[in-house]
């Protein structure tokens, strides 16, 4: 069999989780952005956002609500890696998909992940 690019969805290093949870995301410009958490790792996150000032490239701070009470965000700053337009009525109010990749490895919130996991299977997100 040939060798071939692993399928987009294959890309990010760490174990991914399915999720829909808030966090915020600020951009170059320093305008501060709802989003929605559609996938996390220790190594970047993909989010649901409304905006579209934002592009591949651009270095971005982040506010991630993955503590079991949400009340406390997890700061993580990155690479905006990707960004895909979504189709109207695909996504309710967000405009794109936006992958990050974290400067470094989140892996002083493994558990924090961990937990989010959890939640998420027990909410039958995935």
């Not at 794109?96 to 493994?110: E, G, I, N, S, W």
Request: charged content about 30%; some cysteine.
């Amino acid at each position: 069999m040939p060798d071939t690019a692993p399928p987009p969805s294959d890309r990010r290093s760490g174990e991914r989780h399915l999720a829909c949870f808030p966090a915020e995301l600020r951009r170059p410009d320093g305008e501060q952005r709802p989003s929605i958490i559609r996938d996390l790792s220790e190594s970047g996150v993909l989010l649901l956002v409304r905006t579209t000032k934002i592009g591949v490239g651009d270095r971005v701070r982040l506010q991630l609500y993955i503590s079991e009470d949400n009340s406390t965000p997890r700061d993580a700053s990155g690479q905006v890696v990707r960004v895909e337009e979504l189709a109207p009525g695909d996504a309710g109010p967000w405009l794109r998909r936006v992958a990050v990749h974290f400067d470094q490895p989140l892996t002083m919130y493994a558990a924090d992940i961990a937990s989010f996991r959890e939640r998420a299977q027990r909410l039958g997100l995935f």
